[in-house]
């Protein structure tokens, strides 16, 4: 399988224009590391524009006065156009990211299906309720869209969770501006050529749904903007006060979900094979580019070696690869740039006293890094998230002091806990400080469709997921008759 990407272009107002703002680096074939082009973005006044696009559709009603079901007829439009381009979205992806095909073509299935899940929310009446009063009149309570949104989407599944982000925010009645990172625009840019096509055939305004490129700089524009009513953003610690801050200023509704050090717990009657599997898959899946991976690898004392050993061997059989082969088991990382970080971040853990373990080979052309566990490491210098394929190993003596460890970063975003004893793996799981916490398993999927996704600490703020993003677009409504009287009961 191949994928060539085409010349970056954002889409304003229903036009389609190239992008040649410059952003000051070259993007690379990851698998190679050789240059692909020059990283550009939209310009400014097209950002511009397109705020002003969202906001006269905003303004005018034609899209959130649409009846609910109406508006569910055209998401299932939109979900069909996207599933045709699905594989193909899939193929860019891994071309841009790295990551191999045989997990991004599973992830495509949330393309389609991020907008057929919406739709559905629409047709069972998700955004309007009411509640009986003891006069027998209703409160109605009507969930109306804040306005025009802003979608911040990083570089390790862009299009999967911008298709999340789109389809709960147009469902909710926002006119919509999806902006991806300027490392992996290109699968987005499919994606926002199906969501384009199938709106364009419901004769809906070109400003409903937008997408611009950019840096920092471009993502700044939109969110400070005060025009922009709702921001949700997925990326970096940093990245993400940024825009907490600019959020705070005009006072408009932020879902941030952002890094992790996430750890797995494997607790004593852990069986050896099952613990370093799920050790060797949340190191990495996507590369180990996922704010769910693995940081912190918590191992009893007396077992330490045999299960950094097992740990080790599984890693050892992974195929490495080119991310378009399907038999790729692991991949490049997305960008030299992004790859020099993370081999700091390994050597900076060595410099604290630390001792890197290896055992898969990887190629020096391209932007391979061969994933490591680090041991003997104060857990005072493993609190930051790495975001690649490094994570440090800590030994406990008791279970307190497991769960201490496990809960010894500012994070709190996803947590593993492996043993034979699900019962007591479930009473662990229940004192870990995480907002999903996973026994037995180490997927890339949430343990439930309709489960919420939140986040502790500096993971992130306000929850996402399948009911929970849709709402967050959203802001209640209360009316109804009070019947006439005052408040000491005279007409």
């Known amino acids: 399988m191949s994928a060539r990407p085409e010349a970056v272009a954002d889409l304003v107002d229903g036009d389609w224009a190239a992008c040649a703002a410059p952003l000051g680096f070259t993007l690379q074939d990851p698998s190679t590391g050789e240059p692909v082009g020059a990283a550009v973005g939209s310009d400014p006044a097209r950002v511009d524009a397109a705020i002003a696009a969202a906001t006269a559709v905003h303004e005018s009603g034609v899209w959130s006065g649409l009846p609910a079901t109406e508006r569910a007829d055209v998401l299932d439009a939109v979900a069909a156009r996207v599933e045709a381009a699905g ?171 952002l890094g992790g050090n996430n750890p797995l717990l494997v607790l004593p009657d852990a069986d050896t094979a099952a613990a370093a ?82 055992s898969l080979a990887v190629p020096d052309q391209g932007n391979y890094l061969s994933p490591t566990l680090v041991t003997g490491v104060d857990p005072a210098h493993t609190t930051h998230e790495v975001f690649g394929p490094v994570a440090a190993v800590h030994t406990y003596t008791t279970v307190d002091e497991a769960v201490a460890l496990a809960n010894g970063t500012p994070y709190g975003l996803e947590a593993y806990v492996s043993g034979s004893d699900e019962v007591a793996a479930l009473a662990v799981a229940r004192r870990l400080r995480a907002g999903e916490v996973k026994v037995n398993g180490s997927s890339v999927m949430s343990l439930h469709l309709f489960t919420p996704r939140p986040a502790w600490g500096m993971s992130g703020y306000s929850e996402e997921g399948t009911a929970e993003t849709l709402r967050f677009f959203t802001n209640p409504r209360v009316v109804g008759v009070e019947g006439g009287y005052a408040l000491h009961g005279r007409p």
């Open 87 to 257: 594989a193909q979205i899939a193929a860019i992806e891994s071309f841009a990211t790295g990551v191999p095909i045989a997990q991004t073509m599973p992830l495509s299935v949330i393309l389609g299906g991020a907008f057929r899940l919406a739709a559905m929310q629409l047709r069972d009446g998700w955004l309007s309720s009411t509640m009986p009063r003891e006069d027998g009149r209703l409160a109605h309570v009507d969930r109306l869209p804040w306005g025009p949104a802003a979608c911040l989407v990083p570089w390790n599944a862009p299009a999967p969770m911008a298709a999340h982000k789109a389809a709960n925010a147009l469902a909710a009645g926002c006119p919509t501006i999806v902006k991806p990172s300027e490392y992996a625009p290109y699968g987005t840019q499919l994606l926002a050529q199906a969501v384009h096509a199938a709106l364009a055939e419901a004769r809906l305004p070109g400003g409903l749904f937008q997408l611009v490129h950019g840096d920092a700089g471009a993502g700044a524009r939109l969110v400070g903007d005060p025009r922009v009513r709702a921001v949700s953003f997925t990326g970096g610690l940093s990245g993400g006060r940024a825009v907490a801050a600019a959020c705070a200023y005009d006072i408009k509704p932020v879902q941030l979900e």
């Open 277 to 358: 599997r799920a050790a060797a898959d949340l190191l990495t899946t996507l590369n180990g580019q996922w704010c769910r991976a693995l940081g912190r690898l918590i191992v009893p004392a007396d077992r330490a070696a045999e299960i950094l050993d097992a740990t080790l061997a599984r890693l050892a059989t992974l195929r490495v690869g080119p991310p378009l082969d399907p038999g790729t088991d692991f991949g490049p990382l997305v960008h030299s740039g992004h790859r020099d970080l993370v081999a700091a971040a390994r050597d900076t853990l060595v410099g604290h006293g630390g001792t890197a373990h290896t």
